[in-house]
């Protein structure tokens, strides 16, 4: 098969662009379920996209091929490109910009009066036209329709189709363009109304970026469309060939990783889950969830003790952690009332406050417990593997650096 740059759907450079850049560590014989060929294609495709984005590093076992960049040594996400480059047929481009251009006028035009100014205004000059069924038009105008470009209203019992008019000016609103193109979880339709601009000075860093979530976007937006409509979704992950049906409820984004979540109902077992988005290969809806609210309602009161996405409706564990806060440092305070999320914040005395929870895993508190090594006064809680870690964790640390700091 011969390389070609543009792409028939996403979902293949999806796999491979996920694989370069999560993982990064397998050679081009370790894709077993692809040909080789197929492999090199696809590499080719994604360097023509990304450049000098795309390295390898060879190992005793091979070749492998990974995708690196300093998040704050680029302005745009480089990743969207390879959105923009959907294969299209003759016909497709040909339709596209003929019924563009009889719609341009500003009237609303029928089915049949599209066909019949394509066949007189547009094939009638030339000696060998492309010929377009009504099938095919009326199976277009609803595509573009689906997609916003133009709309339809019945008219005596027909239905006419005319331009959408956008009344807002983007250029007037390019910074929020900007900020949404780079921070929201469908930046890509930014991405695209950028591309009408003319090429601007860059004034807009960021200190943490989390480019990956470009490779989720079809998926997310099947999964926040389902939460708006209220449907179940059929859902298939990368580890499994079978689909499996949830009830979808909200998108949980990790603002120290960047990592989507989709909580959710499993409709085989009753139980609330959190997935990936990239570990999720495939979405589709389903049927509409008639308990929705109901489910809804039942994961707001659990979502009241959970710090991340874990889950485990077995039992609540309590956690407490007193603080030193010392004279001058109430900056101390204010990162506890800010980080504390469905915790509580009390004043024990004039140096010493108090943190405590009550959730299902507390052990995803770990990370963040450690960010206060040194001002820890006291610590419980009911899950002795919590304490344990934390007693683990300063012993190590206390061997390691210990000695030279006089610890």
């Known amino acids: 098969m011969p390389y070609k740059e543009l792409i028939k759907n996403f979902d293949n450079i999806r796999m491979y662009m996920r694989d370069f850049f999560v993982y990064g560590f397998r050679t081009r014989e370790s894709y077993a379920k692809k040909s080789l060929r197929s492999y090199d294609n696809e590499k080719r ?25 300093d998040g704050k040594s680029v302005s745009r996400n480089p990743l969207y490109k390879a959105f923009k480059v959907k294969s299209f047929t003759s016909k497709d481009i040909s339709l596209y910009f003929i019924v563009m251009d009889i719609l341009k006028s500003g009237g609303s035009y029928s089915l049949t009066d599209i066909l019949n100014k ?3 205004d547009y094939l009638s000059y030339f000696s060998k ?35 959408v008019n956008d009344d807002i000016e983007a250029k007037d609103y390019k910074d929020v363009i900007r900020f949404f193109t780079e921070e929201n979880i469908l930046g890509v339709i930014g991405s695209y ?17 989390y480019i990956m979530n470009a490779y989720d976007t079809e998926v997310v937006f099947e999964i926040l469309r389902a939460i708006k409509n209220e449907n179940k979704v059929k859902i298939q992950t990368f580890a499994s060939s079978k689909q499996r049906e949830y009830i979808p409820l909200k998108l949980y984004v990790s ?9 959710c109902k499993g409709m085989e077992d009753n139980r609330f889950y959190s997935i990936r988005t990239d570990y999720i290969k495939s979405v589709s809806q389903g049927l509409k969830a008639n308990d929705f609210s109901i489910v809804k309602m039942r994961f707001e009161d659990i979502s009241r003790h ?28 204010s990162r506890l009332e800010r980080e504390k999320r469905c915790g509580k914040v009390t004043k ?60």
């Open 45 to 69: 495709r994604i360097q023509s996209y990304l450049g000098d984005l795309l390295s390898f590093k060879q190992t005793e076992s091979g070749k492998k091929i990974f995708i690196s960049l």
């Open 118 to 120: 394509i066949d007189s």
């Open 129 to 163: 036209p492309l010929l377009f069924d009504e099938s095919t038009l009326r199976k277009k105008l609803k595509e573009y329709e689906a997609v916003g470009l133009i709309k339809s209203k019945k008219s005596a019992k027909k239905l006419e189709y005319s331009l």
């Open 348 to 407: 024990l005395d004039e140096e010493t406050y108090r943190f405590s929870v009550d959730l299902y895993d507390s052990y995803e508190l770990v990370p963040w417990i450690r960010t206060f090594f040194g001002r820890i006064k006291r610590l419980k809680c009911s899950n002795r593997m919590v304490s344990d870690q934390i007693k683990f964790d300063i012993v190590k640390m206390s061997k390691q650096y210990g000695e030279e700091n006089g610890f």
């Open 193 to 209: 109304i950028e591309d009408k601009f003319e090429n601007a000075d860059e004034y807009i860093s960021f200190k943490n970026r």
């Open 255 to 263: 603002k120290q990783g960047g990592r989507n979540y989709l909580m």
């Open 306 to 333: 959970i710090w991340g996405v874990s889950y485990s409706e077995c039992r609540l564990e309590h956690f407490e952690m007193d603080i030193y806060v010392g004279k001058g440092e109430e900056y101390i305070v």
